[in-house]
């Protein structure tokens, strides 16, 4: 009688415990400094394949205030990301895009859309074939689909050697070609 009622407990116990990690998770961290006050807080649900990263930055002398907010939902076949950031004055950007696995690796589009308005196409694709030879490429195109920066590279590795070829090209008039690196919520 005593052992029924120790395993109903102990399976009571258990049951109630399996929803309790299900639930999300979340951290907060802050920064205090003479200059900049800041917060970050991150929450993930391992269950629904959600993470969420919030920053808020204050300047202690301006009062003026730099936010940041990221969203990443797995899916089946890989995950979507949602970037909003805005900075002290107010103006804001953002990027949303699909990573979708792939055989051998994954690939990579969204749209990000610049603090005056402007949008841009991204595109990205990273493969290996088992072999320690790897690939990937990265472009940032306008509104009318003409590209403005690549990034091509290639890496190949054959007994004692690893040869790494980077190829990168810009538009004309480009001098810095907008970020096109995907956050990692």
Sequence with gaps: ?????????SLTALALAVPAAAQDKTRT?????PNASGAVTTTVNPETGTA??????????TGNT???SAVRQRTETGATVDVVQTGPQGNSRSLEGERTRTENGSTFTGTATGRGGETYGLAGARSRDGQGNSSASQSVSDSAGNVLASRDRTTTRSPGQVSNIVTKTRAPGITRPPRARRPRG
Excluded: H
Aim: glycine share 4%; proline share 0%.
């Design 1 to 9: 009688m005593l052992t029924t009622r120790l395993m109903l407990a």
């Design 29 to 33: 961290k802050t920064y205090e400094g």
């Design 52 to 61: 969420s990263r919030d920053r808020a930055v204050t300047n202690l002398n």
């Design 66 to 68: 730099a936010t940041s």
